[in-house]
């Protein structure tokens, strides 16, 4: 099993910018996973955010492309989610996820206009 520990919520004005971090320990390859960063807004579904597979490549969700940024340290085992020009609509709770099934406990991004 997998432990995720996420770090770098809080509360900005929009247009600022946060960076996510997300630290794996326990049984796990990092370099062999494809990674993701979820969010979950009050009464919306979670969503996909962010992902990087093991080979490196990214995908994003259409409403962050060009503001986030996803990476990864290998050696670290941390995962990070850099977020520029933050909007109102970002505001969620944002998860790292590692395969199969592992979770951070949530991180609060909260968003002001």
């Known amino acids: 099993q997998v432990q995720l520990v996420e770090s770098g919520g809080g509360l900005v004005q929009a247009g600022e910018s946060l960076r996510l971090s997300c630290v794996a320990s326990?049984?796990?390859?990092?370099?062999?996973?494809?990674l993701e960063w979820y969010r979950q807004a009050p009464g919306k579904q979670r969503e996909l955010v962010a992902e990087i597979t093991r080979l490196g490549s990214t995908t994003y969700a259409d409403s962050v492309k060009g503001r986030f940024t996803v990476f990864r340290n290998i050696a670290k085992k941390t995962l990070t989610l850099q977020m520029n020009n933050l909007k109102p609509e970002d505001t969620a709770v944002y998860y790292c996820k590692h395969p199969p099934d592992d979770w951070g406990q949530g991180i609060q991004v909260t968003v002001s206009p």
């Open positions: 326990g049984s796990t390859w990092f370099a062999n996973h494809d």
